[in-house]
């Protein structure tokens, strides 16, 4: 069943129910600020940090769902309503929410009255712009009154959720003309706050929660609405929020439009005060002044839709197939686009407070971005290489508003230092700048020690060396991809964090998958080091390689496919032998990808194993049989019920390396078929069960062994979007970027006869076309001539290449 559809054209995704059956999201913003914003209106707003900074207030895991947002109530004749359907419920005579590419537009019509709301976050600004525009579609003329609100968080969001009896003490507005300024703890260390505007003169306002709603109310009957007038408080202490009251006259065919503007100011230190006690708002000012008029606003969108074309058009496919060119062109690299700027912190399922950005998962949201914004790729890189030890170990987090590592969950996830490898590789057979790789860059955030970037790869590469265990494979530490093995933990205590607790020695428990990506990344540290000249080191790191590849095979495999790891008593993890957990997905990907075992044959079995025990209907599960009962020795994999999350769960994120593997082995038929069982837009037609956003890939879809096999969860956030995009676009499409040209190497099944890919490289232009004649071998033709191999050397910034491609 079906909740909306794509419109293609405009890039958006129309959803024409406002009861979805999960809240529906959007995106605001690409650089500095942020916002979440659903199909009722829900959501927040936060500059750079969503713990840190957070301007408006959301309520996690509330009844009903979805509480806390940009809310606009009309008050007409003793009636009102919303026209995003929440929070007031009252039915809408028509409904239609477009999410597009940073920017949401709700519109709401009841009883003759048409409602537009526009929502976005302008380029290079610090503010949400909301334009409401009303439309009286009726014979009879109308008055009505507009109410907007929005609720201001005290700022730190853990704080503001948490510190109670200091916080109903603490907040402070300040009221001028149709601004209200929210400036809770400006009187001491902080010299930033929020303001809420809007461009027209208002008949009335609130700042105080319990004047705007009733202290017994929900958002559905706020008292100010419900009476239609509004009791222009001064908020102090208690919950500060921003509403204005604006009446408007509309004839029948009237149209009236006002806009606001939310937005967020810091003061330099000396600039805090424009007289005792009064904020300095010049910057306020200066931000409202640009955003005055309506024509303003469409100035500001259409930049922003600019932006947007722009950046997309860096790789875009025109197929037969319109879902995996919506994908491919539009929803996948939006999707990376946001995970990149957001990492895990800020989502419907992501509170924006427990994580920061990911170690790992930053290193890999950049393979799926890397193309779109390569300069905001090479200062993430850099920053991520800042946490790192001088040991090569990592910090697996960091907060982006300061960049450094969090303590409380330290370092010891002995995967973490091999993607930075991988991140930076792939930025340089982007840009083909190796300069990156000279540059200096603090340990530990502590610039006294710095040392290049190359160097960080090379302790990335040597930690894993200088930690094997007992057969030689890499020692797990804290956990690996799977954060949820946890094969040192031994943890007895409820509540107890199964990643930081490490109650043991931690010198034996090995991970083959470690293993399988120091295979597979290995080599592109070595390619590195010789566009640095140092082939010796090159030759040193090819030898460490091949002698782990051995390795795997000996210690690593099972019989039919690639064991899981070897436990801290050195027992078998997914293994024929086990009870529970035989096997898992992730050595089989990233071994295969590694090219372990293709050329003797253990890299086919292993993939029919995949496909005999892991696939779904509805994707490929991580492990099976699924933990019955919890293990203490392997730690929160087997806390969770059968088929949920790493137990045995759909963990979208490793499915596309089974995607890659099966074109490694040349087996396009499987490779495509994976890809299609998750790609969002191929499961539209199965929202309600799927539930989560069909324009988005979910982290987690319940597996064969759950009660609700096929439902989503954590949409948005998540190292799938990158993944996917690579095996669709690079090895699927099988086009991607190396270090001296454009690989071409398309796996393709039956279903695409021909298809046309643009890819834009170091400023050229390659028009790729391709035919599907089913060799299974790739010809080039490079402007009208044929080429060995599969390379196009790079040409000439600014110059437009033709390929011809049959395969
Ligand atoms: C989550 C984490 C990621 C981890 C994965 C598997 O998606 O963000 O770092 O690899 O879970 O546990
Ligand atoms: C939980 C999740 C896992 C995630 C981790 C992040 O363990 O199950 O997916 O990676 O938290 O800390």
Same mark, same amino acid.
């Given at each position: ?232 408080? &001064? ?41 005792? %006690? ?11 002044? #640009? ?94 290489? =800042? ?17 450094? *590592? ?144 051995? &390795? ?28 529970? *957990? ?16 293709? =050329? ?18 509805? %994707? ?29 769960? @759909? ?13 490694? @082995? ?10 299609? #069982? ?7 037609? @199965? ?83 391709? #035919? ?23 040409? #000439? ?11």
């Amino acid at each position: 069943m079906q909740f909306g559809h794509f419109d293609d054209s405009n890039k958006e995704y129309v959803i024409t129910t406002p009861k979805t059956p999960y809240p529906w999201i959007n995106y605001l913003g690409s650089e500095n600020f942020f916002g979440l914003v659903s199909n009722q209106a829900g959501g927040y707003c936060f500059y750079q940090d969503a713990r840190l900074r957070r301007l408006t207030r959301y309520r996690y895991n509330n009844v009903p769902t979805d509480v806390g947002g940009r809310y606009f109530y009309i008050h007409e004749a003793g009636d009102y309503w919303t026209p995003s359907w929440g929070p007031s419920k009252k039915e809408l005579d028509a409904y239609e929410c477009r999410h597009g590419l940073g920017y949401t537009k709700i519109s709401g019509t009841r009883g003759g009255l048409k409602a537009d709301l526009l929502f976005f976050v302008p380029m290079g600004e610090t503010c949400e712009v909301h334009q409401v525009t009303l439309k009286n579609e009726s014979k009879q003329k109308k008055s009505v009154k507009l109410f907007s609100f929005i609720e201001f968080c005290l700022w730190n969001a853990q704080d503001d959720g948490t510190n109670f009896q200091r916080n109903f003490s603490t907040g402070e507005v300040e009221v001028v003309g149709s601004t209200l300024y929210h400036k809770t703890e400006y009187r001491e260390r902080r010299n930033h706050y929020a303001f809420y505007h809007v461009n027209a003169k208002v008949a009335g306002f609130d700042t105080d929660r319990e004047t705007f709603l009733g202290l017994y109310n929900g958002f559905s009957e706020p008292d100010v609405v419900t009476r239609g007038k509004s009791g222009n408080s &001064v908020a102090s202490g208690w919950s500060p929020i921003g509403s204005h009251c604006l009446e408007a006259e509309l004839a029948p065919g009237e149209e009236r439009t006002f806009v606001f503007v939310l937005g967020y100011v810091e003061n330099p230190q000396a600039e805090k005060w424009a007289s005792p %006690g009064i904020i300095n708002k010049v910057r306020a000012e200066r931000l409202i002044e #640009k955003f005055a008029t309506s024509e303003q606003v469409a100035g500001e969108l259409a930049k922003l839709k600019q932006h947007w074309q722009n950046l997309l058009s860096g790789y875009s496919i025109k197929s037969s197939d319109e879902k995996l060119d919506r994908m491919v062109n539009i929803w996948n690299q939006y999707q990376c686009m946001v995970t990149f700027n957001m990492s895990r912190s800020a989502s419907y399922f992501e509170s924006g407070i427990g994580r920061g950005m990911g170690f790992r998962d930053s290193n890999q949201d950049l393979l799926g971005f890397v193309h779109l914004v390569p300069e905001r790729a090479r200062e993430r890189i850099l920053d991520i290489a =800042a946490t790192q030890f001088d040991d090569g170990s990592a910090y697996h987090q960091y907060q982006p508003l300061t960049k450094r *590592g969090n303590n409380e969950v330290g370092s010891g996830f002995n995967d973490d230092p091999l993607w930075l490898i991988l991140g930076t590789a792939a930025y340089i057979k982007e840009t083909g700048d190796a300069s990156i790789l000279d540059e200096q860059v603090p340990f530990d955030n502590d610039a006294s020690k710095a040392a290049s970037l190359l160097e960080h790869c090379k302790r990335s590469f040597d930690h894993v060396i200088k930690n094997l265990g007992p057969h030689g494979l890499p020692l797990i530490g804290r956990a690996d991809w799977n954060d949820c093995l946890n094969l040192n933990c031994f943890s007895e205590t409820p509540g107890e964090s199964f990643q930081t607790t490490e109650n043991r020695e931690g010198r034996t428990a090995e991970s083959i998958f470690i293993a399988g990506m120091f295979v597979a990344i290995g080599p592109e540290y070595a390619a590195l080091a010789e566009l640095r000249g140092q082939t010796t080191e090159a030759a040193r790191v090819r030898s460490e390689v091949a002698k782990m590849s051995e &390795v795997v095979l000996k210690h690593g495999w099972d019989g039919n496919w690639f064991l899981r790891a070897y436990d801290f008593f050195g027992n078998k993890v997914g293994s024929k032998e086990c009870k529970d *957990g035989q096997i898992f997905i992730e050595p089989q990907g990233y071994c295969v990808m590694a090219g372990i075992g293709v =050329a003797t044959g253990e890299a086919k079995k292993a993939l029919d194993a995949v496909k005999e025990r892991l696939d779904t209907k509805y %994707g490929i599960v991580l492990n099976n049989p699924p933990y019955a009962e919890y293990h203490l020795e392997l730690g929160e994999i087997s806390s969770y019920p059968p088929g949920y999350k790493e137990n045995a769960g @759909i963990f979208c994120h490793n499915n596309p390396w089974i995607m890659i593997a099966e074109t490694v @082995i040349g087996r396009a038929d499987r490779a495509w078929e994976y890809y299609r #069982k998750i790609a969002p837009a191929y499961l539209e037609e @199965i929202s309600e069960i799927h539930r989560t956003e069909p324009y988005v890939y979910s982290q987690m879809i319940a597996g064969k062994d759950a009660v609700r096999h096929g439902e989503a969860k954590n949409s948005w956030l998540t190292g799938t979007a990158a993944w996917n995009f690579v095996a669709v676009s690079q090895h699927l499409l099988g086009v991607r970027t190396d270090y001296t040209g454009l690989r071409i190497e398309p796996c393709l099944d039956k279903s695409l006869s021909s298809f046309t890919v643009t890819r834009r490289a170091r400023g050229a232009t390659y028009v790729i076309r391709v #035919k599907n004649e089913g060799t299974g071998k790739v010809a080039l033709k490079v402007n009208g001539s044929a080429i060995e191999g599969t390379l196009v050397p790079y040409a #000439k910034s600014g110059e437009t290449v033709q390929v011809e491609c049959s395969v």
